[in-house]
């Protein structure tokens, strides 16, 4: 079956810099975009950055652009999010997903804090 895990979550202090990743099975890696997802206390999940399945088309939101940097490994199944120059507005349990053959998985998400 479909299955995503997130993994590189952590603490970091503001302007440091983690690495998300998020492996992938059960689907066609390399025939579907990736996207990434985020999740802060009381508010509603929203799209951080997506990339198409060959590495191209990358979108990011605005509050990111500049900052967070999403790749893909085709070869290994995984999926990345690399996120500099860290806030505390980026605070959230982080999600992958992907939408094969018409329906949408996500993985269990990561949690990211940005604190001094």
């Known amino acids: 079956q479909v299955q995503l895990v997130e993994s590189g979550g952590g603490l970091v202090q503001p302007g440091g810099s983690l690495r998300l990743s998020c492996a992938a099975s059960?689907?066609?890696?390399?025939?579907?975009?990736m996207s990434w997802f985020r999740q802060a206390p009381g508010k509603e999940r929203e799209l951080v950055a997506a990339?198409?399945?060959?590495?191209?088309?990358?979108i990011y939101a605005d509050s990111v652009k500049g900052r967070f940097t999403v790749s893909r490994d085709n070869a290994k199944n995984t999926a990345y999010l690399q996120m500099n120059s860290l806030k505390p507005d980026d605070t959230a349990v982080y999600y992958c997903?992907?939408?094969?053959?018409?329906?949408?998985?996500w993985g269990q998400g990561t949690q990211v804090t940005v604190s001094s």
């Open positions: 997903t992907a939408a094969p053959r018409g329906t949408r998985y």
């Open positions: 059960g689907f066609t890696f390399s025939s579907y975009a």
């Open positions: 990339i198409g399945n060959t590495g191209g088309g990358t």
